[in-house]
């Protein structure tokens, strides 16, 4: 399956995962950073952003849309590459980690550690969020996902609302949530990271998503749901530090 994707710097080889009804320009704010050490790949996954759908048949799923992932940088002749996500992305991360197909991975307050209460909370915000009109969905947007919303630019707005309108895998995947439970335990090492100030999973997730790694969650001071924008230096360095020095499992 072919994704449109963003490759800056050389090194080893990062693959970046971004959230539901979002695209790689989520990852502009940390791309230069990461590029400094790694031969870094931000991705379009399939039906979101500039990529194009899932062929006919297949659901919009974790399985699906981590697959498309896999093919993707085998094509590019990339084997086992380091991975990070944030939200979907996250999840989809971590899902990596458990088959043991990423030498590490990074995962950004990732999906899936919900209870039943937050999931339909997070399903209702993320369906309204993409049906209202453009100066609403800003407005709640900024609120919902970021911290510190005057330093997004907005022309970054406008393109994250626009691609939220445009994603033809939005609806599939938010179906698939109800069924998204966490992945196997991990076979390579993984960090996990989430922000101080997420709306949209709040942080109290961080404690079921410790319990599950069998370590601490690295908590992000001055972050929302999209930390990548309110903090890239510390996005950036909590990718790194994973990547260099990966946290030892069950430590």
Same mark, same amino acid.
């Given at each position: 399956?072919?994704?449109?994707?963003?490759?800056?710097?050389?090194?080893?080889?990062?693959?970046?995962?971004?959230?539901?009804?979002?695209?790689?320009?989520?990852?502009?704010?940390?791309?230069?950073?990461?590029?400094?050490?790694?031969?870094?790949?931000?991705?379009?996954?399939?039906?979101?952003?500039?990529?194009?759908?899932?062929?006919?048949?297949?659901?919009?799923?974790?399985?699906?849309?981590?697959?498309?992932?896999?093919?993707?940088?085998?094509?590019?002749?990339?084997?086992?590459?380091?991975?990070?996500?944030?939200?979907?992305?996250?999840?989809?991360?971590?899902?990596?980690?458990?088959?043991?197909?990423?030498?590490?991975?990074?995962?950004?307050?990732?999906?899936?550690?919900?209870?039943?209460?937050? /999931? &339909?909370?997070?399903?209702? +915000?993320? #369906? $309204?969020? *993409?049906? %209202?009109?453009?100066? =609403?969905?800003?407005?709640? !947007?900024?609120?919902?996902?970021?911290?510190?919303?005057?330093?997004?630019?907005?022309?970054?707005?406008?393109?994250?609302?626009?691609?939220?309108?445009?994603?033809?895998?939005?609806?599939?995947?938010?179906?698939?949530?109800?069924?998204?439970?966490?992945?196997?335990?991990?076979?390579?090492?993984?960090?996990?990271?989430?922000?101080?100030?997420?709306? /949209? &999973?709040?942080?109290?997730? +961080?404690? #079921? $998503?410790? *319990?599950? %790694?069998?370590?601490? =969650?690295?908590?992000?001071? !001055?972050?929302?749901?999209?930390?990548?924008?309110?903090?890239?230096?510390?996005?950036?360095?909590?990718?790194?530090?994973?990547?260099?020095?990966?946290?030892?499992?069950?430590?």
């Amino acid at each position: 399956m072919e994704l449109v994707y963003e490759r800056r710097g050389s090194g080893t080889p990062l693959v970046l995962l971004h959230g539901i009804g979002h695209h790689l320009a989520a990852w502009d704010p940390v791309l230069d950073l990461l590029a400094q050490r790694h031969d870094v790949i931000a991705v379009d996954l399939s039906g979101f952003g500039a990529s194009p759908p899932l062929p006919a048949g297949l659901p919009y799923n974790a399985e699906t849309l981590a697959g498309a992932v896999e093919q993707f940088w085998g094509r590019l002749g990339i084997a086992e590459p380091h991975v990070a996500g944030n939200s979907l992305g996250g999840y989809l991360a971590l899902d990596m980690a458990s088959r043991g197909v990423v030498r590490t991975a990074t995962a950004f307050s990732p999906a899936g550690f919900w209870s039943r209460s937050e /999931l &339909l909370y997070a399903r209702t +915000a993320l #369906r $309204a969020l *993409r049906r %209202a009109p453009f100066w =609403v969905a800003r407005m709640l !947007g900024a609120r919902l996902l970021l911290a510190h919303p005057e330093r997004l630019p907005e022309e970054a707005y406008v393109a994250a609302v626009e691609a939220l309108r445009r994603s033809a895998g939005f609806d599939g995947t938010l179906d698939s949530f109800a069924w998204m439970a966490p992945p196997a335990p991990p076979k390579v090492p993984i960090t996990v990271a989430w922000g101080a100030h997420d709306r /949209l &999973l709040p942080r109290w997730q +961080a404690v #079921r $998503a410790g *319990r599950w %790694a069998q370590q601490r =969650v690295v908590l992000l001071r !001055g972050c929302g749901h999209l930390p990548m924008s309110d903090d890239p230096e510390l996005v950036a360095q909590v990718i790194m530090d994973g990547a260099r020095e990966p946290i030892r499992l069950g430590g």
